[in-house]
């Protein structure tokens, strides 16, 4: 699903030029579930957000489901984002001045879709998701648990093949942590892609496998072979 | 989708009341401000346009240089209407108009009179041209017949009632019995014979039906046929010079010519002015009613634009400042699938929102600024709240400047990268700073611009009425009409001159603040040539004319009663004598007469010449004058010893109601009829100040929110300099000096343009103001002065919160 070669990031200000990655190679396959790893600053965001397709790399090729993504402009990837890719963060980023229902109606809306279509699609995650009950609420209503599982039940009312998830637990407290990751394995295990950005060894471990990164390179690759074994 | 931006819009501006306060109101009053403005240019333009046939209706105008005196007349000679329509075939119709001012007005059993304030006597053809119809009476024969007169609604109404005024008889003056032909509905207010009530026949009046062709005392309206070109008309005016102009003067200038005239260096021009532009464009020696001006008209234009400019800069910068707090929802939508062209729909379609809100918020505010508005620019304008055409330019004027203040923000917030601002909360990515800093010396350069424009106004007006116009108009009450009282006028002098709180009386109804006029040319004692000819004002006045005014004599001496030839002598001003070339010691003796081309012309032997006094307004310089003993008994002029001025009116009026019992007692003081002269600028002068006021509200909301969302920013920086040791005043002194900077530039910029504006302003006085350096000084320390009020508030808010808040927020 994910073939990336060569992948080179830079950052530019005045004086000086900053490597974020250098040649990263790394293919991800689809169903896989893969936690990506390091010390801050070695480049883990930024290639979660090329592979999110929320920035462009400098040099090398990201080749999304068959299609190249370097080089695109906004509004093509964009489009590719649309329906294909869920985002989960750290801090939820859900839009305060929306309901919950309404935060996760929103990709539906941007795809188009109409509002019967909708209501059943929200609904039907809301409920999967525990949070039916909030709908009619704000997010600074909520925990953070539940803000998080709004969040997550956004990034996959569309159904998207990928889901892109940065230290979803960061915010949170262990046991809405593991309530989250347990709800990532789920997805995962009906199907979903899911690159996850943690800090946690813990969360870790929910992965197939962790990419270790550090100055910007992949350092080791290692793979879990007992799943879920931390639970 | 639309549904769910309104929404989201909505929510937004209620999660954020400073905001959405600062935003909408700063945008109301300037399109409040707008509004009115429009609304009062639109009514400047309205004026003469209701008049049928408006675009065919013509006045001649006349610019005369003679005599040494330069006239930019309004009216012609009596004989040129019916020469114009004998002459030019393109003419449909001619109308004359003679003013013939105030008149006292009765019905002849009654004991009373009534002021009529605007009489005019007409031609007949005057409603056939202006497209007139009478409420009763015959259209074609009003003002026909001698002695007849036509009335407006109102004035039919103060004295018959309309139904039964038709054929009733008025006594005008207590002389002249008159009878009423007609009643015509009042003048609209937008009409340049909006203050007139009384139209006595032309056709009655002696002095129009002379060959006088240089007394220049008729308006003259001619319409134009409707396939007619003006300038075909207008090119071939000028031939009336020689037809019939020349010949006339040759009476008194034996083989004048064209060219001789040209060569003296005088002249006499013919122009016309289309009625609809008499009210913006025409500023003449006289006019039917007070005119206003194109230039009042394009500086209300730009302070109205200003005011929505500023209104609409305070809306972007609020909008871009407050755009850290929605950089992350536009990175959520982003990352959801949002493309730029949603989400500029989405900023702009908010900005709508807050532009519709203040809508109805600036209809509020006009509303209730309305009252004041009229009674600051003298006029009465109503909200047309039934038009459908009002309504449709309000809806797509508030539409555009939405769009055009929302676009921007829309612009500048649709950019923000998702990956950005969703890690780090926004704030390194948002920046926009260089252009908010740019609009904000825009608005404070115009606030400064107008802060200068009213000091310099008002300055000048101070300036008008505090100089030294050459006489004492302080403690002098005039009253008017004292003719009606006939001839006991004497005695009453006498009486009130008899009063302890009296010091001096003169009778005349001359008087250097507005009251009669009359020029006429004159020449020294055998030089009779045109050349030589002293066109200049002569006043009929009495022996206490100038002690009672505080005049000075610099050569000569005043009207004695002891010399009884002092009837022929004349005191002239000191413009009079530098005209005759004389100087003042010289002039005394010589002889002057203004019958030129009579068989035995009077002579009149200079025994004095008065310094120069403002008779006219002081945007004029002071003409030639001459003063003549006579008996002229328009108006008396009191001046009253220092005291209880009331007390001193009633026993001048107990003495006017023993003598001239149904006489109407109308006094005034002379200071008020002087500051008649300048309503104009006191007008302009207060519209400034209100509109500056308000561009510099606008411009302090939009600092104070900068200011708050700038404290906010830097919450982080203020905490950790708190924490390394700062001191409050430090921190404030960091806060406030940023904006000051901004401010200074402002300072910088409008200081040359003011003082260059209000210079050219400043040009068409004769008698004007310096701008002094205080001025310019004065207007950049208000300007400093009101910044730093607006933002040192919230810089001393920031200043001194608890450094362990501010740290956590991060």
Redesign the interface.
Known sequence: MIQIQNLKKSFRTEEVETLALNNVNMNIAEGEFAAIMGPSGCGK?TLL?II?M??NPTEGSYQFAGHEVGGLK??QR??L???NLG?V?Q?F??????TVY?NVE??L???KMNKTERREKVKSVLERMKIAHREKHFPQQLSGGQQQRVAIS?AVVTNPKLILADEPTGNLDSKNGIEVMNLLTELNQEGTTIVMVTHSDRDSHYAHRVINLFDGQIVTESQNRAMGAML | MFKNHLKIAWRSLKRQPFFTFLNTFGLAVGMAGGLLISLYIYDEFSYDKMFADADRIYRINADIKFGGSIMKGSEVGAPMAAAIKRDFPQIESVTRIRDRGGLLIRKPEAEANTKESNVAFADSTFFKMFGIDLLVGDVTSALTEPNTLVLTKTAAEKHFGIQNALGQQLLLNNTDTYTVAGVIPDFPKNSFLRDHDVLMAMAGFNDAQQMLWTSHNYFTFVKLLPEADIADFQAPLQSMLEAYILPYVQQFYPGMTAESFAASGNYLKYSTIALTDIHLHSNRSSELSANSSIQNVYILSFIGLFLILLASINFMNLSTAHSLKRAKEVGIRKTLGSNKSELIRQFLIESGLISFISLLLALTIALIALPFFNDLSGKSIAIPFTNFFFWMILLVAVAFLGLFSGSYPAFFMSRFVAATVLKGGGQSSVGGGKIRNSLVVFQFAISVFLIIGTLVVFQQLKYIQSKDLGFAKDQVLLIDDTFAVGNKLLSIKEEIQQLGQVSSVTLTGYMPTPSYRNDNSFFKEGATEQENALQMQNWVVDHDYLSTLNMQLIAGRNFDKRYPTDSTATILNESAVARLGMAPEDVLGIRISGDLGQESPVFYTVIGVVKNFHFASLREDIGALGLFLGSSNGALAIKLKAGNFSNAIGNIENIWNRMAPGQLFNYRFMEDSFNTTYQAEQKLGRIFVVFTVLSILIACLGLFGLAAFNAEKRTKEIGIRKVLGASVGQITYRLTTDFLRLVGIAVLISLPLGWYAMSKWLEDFSYKIEIGWWVLALAAFLAGAIAILTVGYQSIKAASINPVKSLRTE
């Open positions: 965001s957000n999110g929320l920035d906004e509004r964009t489009q984002r649309k329906g985002f963060f801090s980023n859900l839009i305060d001045e929306l309404e929103l990709p809306i941007y795809l956004r």
